[in-house]
């Protein structure tokens, strides 16, 4: 499938049917496996032979969508989680235990600063936030003996800084540490930062990739390229006893990453896809290409309608001209960003407050990056978490409204916003 365009890899990677086999990715919505000796499933826990054995480790409909996804990035492998939290929290547990550190860019979704600042800090694993714009110099000082890895989000939710990819690569590469870049605003049919030296690509398969807001999900995409036996991650290249000894680097070559957030963080947290989840992602995929074309066409006209309103303080999307970043998308994200655009109601929080009740096409949900239209205001709602600093370098401020562009039609998500203006 590698040598196929993006488009027919979003319609038909991952599951190819055999002769007289559903044409349709069937929903194997079974826990378990029948086999006919207990020697076969002894080698298929031995990692021995391939096969599936519990759907908490692996599922035919997962796997598909794992190859898809895979596919689609250009990774050599991919493993879905539940959400993507999930897939942020196992990609760095597989790394880091308590006694590392780690390097994030400031401008995250508001979800996975939590998990970082927080969570991870009571497990012993310590977290600097960096300024993403920060050059190279300035990022190279916070790198310590102890640092595992450079996290940033290739644009971020819902500042939309975009980050220069090959910069932060080099950054990692430069301490023999991974470069993870959560890629789920861009999606890999706008960018695949595999190609700008990302190592671990991870998305929140709950926007873009489903693109329906029907289910909630993660995965976790493996480049295959990253050297973990440089003597920075024992986790992976010594016996991991819970696991009788398998040494992941020796015994799993480039898979070795994924292997072990599969067969031991996996096994030990849970964070399942269900089957029936796995079904609708692929559906949502299908069309992923058509969809992000309209959302990102869609998008560049509100944002440029905005730009031109009076009623409005200020317009944030990289695909306008005079924005910070526009030079970056166009370096990395030629095709279009994405569907979401933030802007300022002048009046501030109350004006903005008042302005999202007024519409009617566009409704107020807690999700983004979905087919239809909606408007969320981030310092009441996925980041009320935080306070008011944390929200300045996250990029928010009060006044932001985040608009998710969906993929109705421009004009009228223009004359809904302009009913909503008139209203103030
Ligand atoms: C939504 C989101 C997440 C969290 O994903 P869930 O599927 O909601 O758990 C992580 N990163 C980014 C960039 C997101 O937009």
Avoid at 336 to 358: E, H, P, Q
Wanted: proline share 4%; with cysteine.
């Amino acid at each position: 499938m590698s040598n196929y365009h993006i488009d027919t890899r979003c319609v038909q990677a991952g599951y190819q049917p055999k002769n007289g086999e559903p044409r349709v990715l069937p929903i194997a919505q079974s826990t378990t496996y029948k086999y006919d000796s207990s020697e076969t499933v002894g080698k298929l826990f031995d990692l021995a032979e391939e096969g599936f054995f519990y759907t908490r480790l692996a599922n035919p409909t997962v796997d598909a969508v794992e190859k898809k996804i895979a596919a689609l990035e250009g990774g050599i492998g991919a493993m879905c989680t539940s959400s993507g939290q999930a897939a942020n929290m196992i990609a760095v547990l597989n790394i880091c235990s308590a006694g590392d550190h780690f390097i994030s860019t400031s401008t995250i979704y508001g979800g996975t600063m939590n998990l970082f600042g927080v969570t991870m800090k009571k497990m012993g694993i310590e977290v600097t936030f960096v300024d993403p714009d920060a050059p190279l110099e300035e990022l190279q000082k916070e790198i310590r003996e102890n640092t595992k890895l450079v996290f940033a989000e290739t644009i971020s939710n819902p500042s939309l800084v975009v980050v220069d990819l090959e910069k932060f690569a080099t950054l990692a590469h430069s301490n023999n540490i991974p470069f993870f870049i959560d890629n789920t605003f861009a999606t890999p049919v706008n960018c695949r930062p595999i190609e700008y030296g990302a190592d671990i690509v991870i998305h929140s398969t709950s926007k873009y990739l489903d693109g329906h807001a029907v289910s909630l999900g993660g995965v976790i995409v493996d480049s295959g390229n990253f050297n973990w036996d440089n003597g920075k991650f024992p986790g992976l290249s010594t016996p991991d006893e819970s696991y009788h000894g398998m040494v992941y680097t020796r015994d799993c070559g480039k898979a070795a990453f994924l292997t072990k957030a599969r067969v031991q963080l996996m096994r030990d947290m849970g964070s399942t896809p269900s089957p029936n989840n796995a079904f609708l992602l692929n559906l949502g995929m299908e069309t992923l290409h058509l969809r992000m074309e309209r959302h990102c066409s869609n998008a560049q006209k509100v944002a440029e309608y905005l730009e031109k309103n009076e009623q409005i303080s200020w317009v944030n999307y990289p695909g306008l001209k005079g924005n910070k970043y526009y030079d970056l998308a166009e370096k990395y994200l030629p095709n279009g960003s994405c569907g979401v655009i933030s802007f300022g109601v002048k009046g501030g929080r109350d004006a903005a407050m008042k302005f999202m009740d007024s519409l009617q096409l566009a409704a107020i949900v807690v999700h983004v990056a979905d087919a239809r239209t909606s408007v969320l205001h981030p310092a009441s709602t996925t980041h009320r978490q935080l306070n008011d600093q944390q929200l300045i370098d996250c990029g928010i401020t009060p006044d932001l409204i985040r608009m998710s562009i969906g993929i109705e039609s421009a004009d009228d998500i223009i004359a809904d916003i302009e009913q909503g203006l008139a209203k103030l």
